[in-house]
């Protein structure tokens, strides 16, 4: 299973991003997918889940702002983040278990300024 991350970049205070997590392999589609984020000094976070059922779970302080969706077809997880702010940036980690294992992308730098 391999995990690769997308869409980062450099916005101002209150736009938007999209980030896309595209899966490898053919569980994709059994599984729950997560997003997590690293601030620098920080304790890595879990920022959405969606799972096979497209039930989701969103750190309180992203909700209303951020919507993860997924694709089955295509593989892949979106993340999209509206009014995007200071405190949103850090770099963002797709992240699957699976048998035991923990998979994680390679991570996408999101950096808002002010």
């Known amino acids: 299973v391999q995990l690769q991350a997308s869409g980062g970049g450099l916005v101002q205070s209150g736009e938007s991003l999209t980030l896309s997590c595209v899966v490898s392999?053919?569980?994709?589609?059994?599984?729950?997918v997560d997003w997590y984020r690293q601030a620098p000094g920080k304790r890595r976070e879990l920022v959405a889940s969606i799972t096979s059922g497209r039930s989701t779970n969103y750190l309180d302080s992203v909700k209303g702002r951020f919507t993860i969706s997924r694709d089955n077809v295509k593989k892949t997880v979106y993340l999209q983040m509206n009014s995007l702010n200071l405190e949103d940036t850090a770099i963002y980690y797709c992240?699957?278990?699976?048998?035991?294992?923990?998979?994680w992308g390679q991570g996408t730098q999101v950096t808002v300024s002010s």
């Open positions: 392999g053919s569980i994709f589609r059994f599984q729950t």
């Open positions: 992240h699957l278990a699976a048998w035991g294992y923990d998979y």
